[in-house]
């Protein structure tokens, strides 16, 4: 393990039910949605585009959606009615406009002029979606909103943090188990979709997820990050390079990045880590290689989760898996999964069972 000095504060499986003695699969309505993220510290909703939208759906997020028709009452009443409940169950609401969708797939969400509307959405599907013009009672009453919603969700265990809450778990004496992604990282959104949110559905323990656009990057009108210098120091000060972290940091940081941590009030101790591609690959004599890597030579033996994996570091790659561009080349995320997911389950696997606080 590591120890890094204190940092800044400035700084379901389908539900299945009995007929009769018998067991029969529930319709997709009636199935129990485990929602992808909860929050620690609440907000009232979480503005996205419909860019972002899109994203969740391929990602295959489970999430609450209300529409706003702008100007109606409706959506006051609605935010009136569900506040409590999305606050006390550490739930997370994203909001969207009606002229969102306009020129737009509405994605099974009932998208009407004059109306709000509260959609549930199962791994990228929509499941269920009701409107105020129809279902007033519902969307305006708090008792029946929860009678409601209570038959459809199941809590979280990934849940979003700021940069407070990160603070807290750096200096906590209680481990936690942190994941550092990016909503726009198209890494991130691979190991997402194709590993990360399947492998969490069947666990009970909890991961705290800490979202570097949400939390840190600011973007311009034309999506061009303005504030480059304060990631990178984001990225020191919290021991995601090698500056600080020498041992379970990788390079200049990077996301996904995972870590075991606990701490004081002065230091954070860093008991592992893992980090998923943003390999380098170079072409020697026409073989490709991966030639830096998180699972390195060097790093191997202070990875007791991954002793029973090889090194990456020096590895062939095929050059039918193989991407070149002006920027060098890339491996497949496709090909190169099948070796990171099985180091980052062996991770999550050995390490999760070991999370003691709780907010």
Known sequence: MITMKKVSKAFLLPLLCVVFGSLTSCSKNEQKVKLTYGEITHQKYHEISYARFERMIDNKESFLLVVDPKGCACFD?????????????????????????????????????????????????????????????????????????DKYLEKPNMYLINKENLNTLYHSANKSLIYFARNSCGDCSYIN??????????????????????????????????????????????????????????????????????????TTTFHSGAVAFNETIEKVDNEYKVSEV????????????????????????????????????????????????????????SYLIQVTHKF
């Open 193 to 266: 979709a194709n590993f990360l949110y399947e492998y969490m559905r069947g666990r009970s323990e909890t991961l705290y997820v800490f979202d570097g656009d949400e939390e840190v990057r600011r973007y311009d009108d034309k999506g061009k990050l303005i504030n480059e210098e304060e990631w990178i120091q984001f990225k020191v000060d919290y021991g995601l390079t090698t500056d600080n972290n020498p041992t379970y940091g990788y390079s200049t940081g990077v996301v996904p990045t995972f870590f075991l941590v606990s701490g004081n009030s002065e």
């Open 77 to 149: 009443s609605f935010m009136r009615a569900s506040e409590e409940y999305i606050r006390d169950n550490k739930l997370v609401l994203y909001k969207m406009n009606v002229a969102d969708f306009k020129g737009n797939e509405n994605k099974g969400v009932k998208v009407v002029e004059g109306s709000t509307s509260f959609s549930i959405f199962n791994k990228g599907v929509i499941q269920q979606s009701i409107a105020s013009n129809s279902s007033t009672e519902i969307m305006e009453n708090k008792s029946k909103f929860v009678e409601y919603v």
């Open 294 to 349: 998180y699972f390195s030579n060097a790093r191997q033996s202070s990875l007791e989760y991954a002793r029973n994996f090889p090194s990456m570091e020096g590895m062939k790659v095929n050059a039918n898996d193989i991407i070149e561009s002006e920027k060098g080349y890339r491996w497949k995320q496709s090909a190169s999964s099948a070796h990171y997911f099985p180091r980052i389950q062996a991770f999550l696997d």
